[in-house]
């Protein structure tokens, strides 16, 4: 149904990985030290055009729409016109051999960047769909300055929202209780993504260069709900669906609300299919889904992650059981 069993997501394509991350967070220092170390080798860094000027002065300059060759078999491009186009450059000049052979791209954002259009990209465009894997999303979040930062720009909710692992930098400049605040504010505002501890802007390189094909385990959000009326939790599905109830009602889950479905991710149990079905939706977009050789553990129920605005997890649901209900009569 959904074409060849892969066992990756992602099977051959280039995987890609968008850091973002509000003005001053620490992006660049994130990504400066994995491309000095051995498992960030041979990474390719496409820096937005509207941010800052990313790595540093020194290697990109203003203005310059050249590719910067670094060490460790890495390179770093200003986005010159669209993200399509750029990804496409570099593609087509690691083919004829003129920049080194990258094995992933990193996409760093503008600090004032709002990461979805990013996301609908990946999404959208055929020719990135055929070529390039979105592996997750890292926000970098600045310990000392989150909560009057998260007060103040909507970006940096989305930011955190929508992101798949978060990185908490500048943790020498609060208290340990302190910290402790801000990591319970993340898990509360994005339960379902990994947050970890930068040390002087480093990380493990696992930790941003590696997904797990799994959403993370988390019940459904019952807290406060943020004053900007975003929302995540997870819908449990314990037995296998057929595929044509569950894609009309992510249908009509899309006509009715598809503005506010920020994002949804998972994966599916669907009949008939020994591998899980990997889902994931921005807005109105759907990526094509594609079935797994294998599920990553015992657990064969679905589970679907949502990040929502101004909805709630039992209305979710129950579109979801209604339309497979109506399709299976």
Do not use: Y
Not at 54 to 72: C, K, V, Y
Not at 285 to 294: D, G, N, S, T
Request: charged share 20%; aromatic share 4%; net charge neutral.
């Amino acid at each position: 149904m959904f074409g060849r069993r892969l066992r990756h997501p992602g099977g051959a394509r280039m995987p890609v990985i968008v850091v973002t991350g509000f003005l001053g967070a620490g992006k660049t220092s994130l990504i400066r030290s994995l491309l000095e170390s051995p498992q960030g080798a041979g990474t390719a860094i496409i820096v937005n055009e509207l941010g800052e000027i990313g790595i540093d002065q020194a290697l990109l300059r203003p203005g310059s729409d050249e590719t910067i060759l670094l060490g460790n078999g890495c390179l770093c491009c200003r986005m010159a016109n669209d993200l399509r186009e750029t990804c496409a450059t570099l593609l087509r000049e690691r083919a004829q051999g003129s920049v080194p052979p990258f094995e992933r791209i990193i996409v760093e954002t503008s600090g004032l960047a709002e990461p979805t259009p990013i996301l609908q990209t990946f999404i959208a465009e055929r020719a990135l769909r055929d070529d390039f894997h979105l592996r997750g999303m890292v926000a970098v979040v600045d310990a000392a300055s989150f909560e009057s930062t998260l007060a103040r720009f909507p970006e940096c909710l989305r930011q955190v929202a929508l992101a798949d692992r978060i990185v908490v930098s500048k943790t020498d400049l609060i208290a340990p209780d302190a910290l402790a605040h801000v990591l319970a504010k993340l898990h509360e505002l994005n339960p379902a993504a990994r947050a970890g501890v930068a040390v002087e802007g480093r990380i493990a390189p696992k930790f941003v260069l590696e997904f797990e094909p799994s959403p993370p385990r988390f019940a459904p959000a019952a807290g406060p709900r943020h004053p900007s009326g975003i929302e995540t939790f997870a819908l449990v599905l314990d037995a296998p669906v057929q595929w044509s109830g569950l894609s009309q009602a992510l249908t009509t889950l899309i006509a009715l609300r598809g503005p506010d479905l920020l994002r949804v991710k998972g994966l599916v149990n669907v009949q008939g299919c020994p591998g899980p079905v990997v889902l994931h939706l921005v807005q109105h977009l759907v990526h094509p889904p594609v079935e797994l050789q294998a599920w990553p553990d015992a657990d064969r129920r679905s589970r679907l992650v949502f990040i929502v605005r101004d909805m709630t997890a039992s209305t979710v649901r129950n579109v979801i059981v209604a339309v497979q209900e109506a399709v299976s009569r």
